[in-house]
């Protein structure tokens, strides 16, 4: 007899961290704390809302949902996980296609509410049972990398264009290591602002400082600002993320009269480097919103495309709502929708990672 589920609860926090931590399938972007930093950063628009799924054969999975609220609570929606990055079920244990298919149903019907959710790239039980399902999705892909074992290998498996640029900026003298300090986060931010001005965006499209000074004063071992410096100044700087087997690239930026220096791909490949020697499996390098500059750099280190489609639930009332504030401009585009993409067949489980000994 199939399991079902039996029961559902409010996750506590110390459930949550704990699901996160052991969940082989886990990114950054699961766990509790990227959660509660954009609830500070909304200050209470979006809330941390995770379900513990308790299923009749005594399987567990907790649903590190949020809740947004928008549009003066029109448009409020639940969230697979903040900012449209990786979403879905954590699970302790190992669970069989028909618990990943409870899941699904339940995700897309039980809420009886709104719900915007990125699939996460690297969990093929998700991928299976959305296509058994039927659902339409917005098709979306990251790029990522096998990190192997050998640091030296992988850069060997750089393309040679990417391989040249790195050498050029190692001998102009460009020195890369982490960030130490608040003024290090507040100089970075400046960078960060350079780079929107050169993107044709204005500094109230972007991220405030009050992000990158909270981002700062967590001090946490999974949130890492990388730099690189030339004769003191900081002239690039990502922003990256580290969960159990998992690095993700978040926020880059390049100051423009350093963009054909090639610090940012030396600056890439110092971290990947060290995520290969700190054991993680995979590097993660984002979805490019499409854009064809940032998919050739990203594909200059190897990395291959993984789907991460976007799946979208509305009740009739909230879909004719977005269709209002679309044509009012609000909400941008209407996504197109399309059959559900087969999974790239990858594990984020595939090699022991050590821990979070992050050198300085």
């Not at 609570?73 to 990786?86: N, Q």
């Not at 001998?171 to 290591?177: H, L, Q």
């Not at 998919?295 to 280190?301: A, D, I, L, R, T």
């Not at 489980?349 to 050198?359: D, K």
């Amino acid at each position: 007899m199939a399991a079902v589920i039996q029961r559902v609860s409010t996750a506590t926090t110390s459930e949550w961290t704990t699901f996160w931590s052991e969940s082989d399938q886990a990114t950054y972007f699961h766990s509790p704390e990227w959660a509660d930093i954009w609830a500070q950063h909304t200050r209470g628009r979006v809330r941390p809302a995770p379900k513990l799924l308790t299923f009749s054969d005594g399987r567990q999975a907790l649903l590190p949902l949020c809740f947004e609220r928008r549009f003066g609570g029109l448009l409020s929606r639940y969230v697979s996980s903040p900012e449209a990055t990786f979403g879905g079920w954590l699970t302790r244990e190992p669970l069989t296609l028909s618990h990943a298919e409870k899941l699904f149903e339940w995700l897309m019907h039980a809420q009886g509410k709104s719900l915007v959710w990125r699939l996460n790239p690297y969990d093929e039980l998700c991928f299976e049972a959305g296509r058994r399902h039927g659902v339409e999705c917005r098709n979306d892909e990251t790029y990522a990398l096998p990190l192997g074992n050998d640091p030296d290998a992988l850069f060997k498996n750089f393309k040679a264009r990417c391989r040249t640029d790195i050498r050029k900026a190692r001998e102009a003298g460009f020195e890369i290591g982490r960030a130490q300090t608040h003024q290090d986060w507040i100089d970075y931010h400046r960078v960060y602002q350079d780079s929107l001005r050169r993107w044709g965006n204005s500094e109230e499209e972007g991220y405030d400082r009050q992000l990158f000074d909270t981002l700062f004063a967590r001090r946490s071992p999974h949130i890492q600002l990388w730099l690189a410096r030339k004769g003191g100044q900081i002239v690039s700087g990502n922003v990256c993320f580290y969960a159990k087997h998992h690095v993700v690239y978040w926020l880059g930026a390049t100051l423009e009269q350093h963009l054909s220096s090639g610090v940012a791909k030396l600056l890439m490949s110092e971290i990947i480097q060290d995520s290969c020697r700190q054991g993680y499996g995979w590097f993660d390098f984002n979805p490019s919103a499409t854009l064809p500059g940032v998919k050739f750099f990203k594909e200059g280190f190897g990395a291959r495309a993984l789907p991460a489609p976007m799946v979208y639930v509305d009740t009739r009332l909230k879909q004719l709502a977005r269709e209002c504030a679309v044509r009012l401009r609000i909400e941008g585009a209407k996504p197109t929708l399309t059959p559900f993409p087969t999974a790239a067949g990858v594990s984020l489980s595939a090699r022991p990672n050590p821990g979070f000994a992050l050198s300085a």
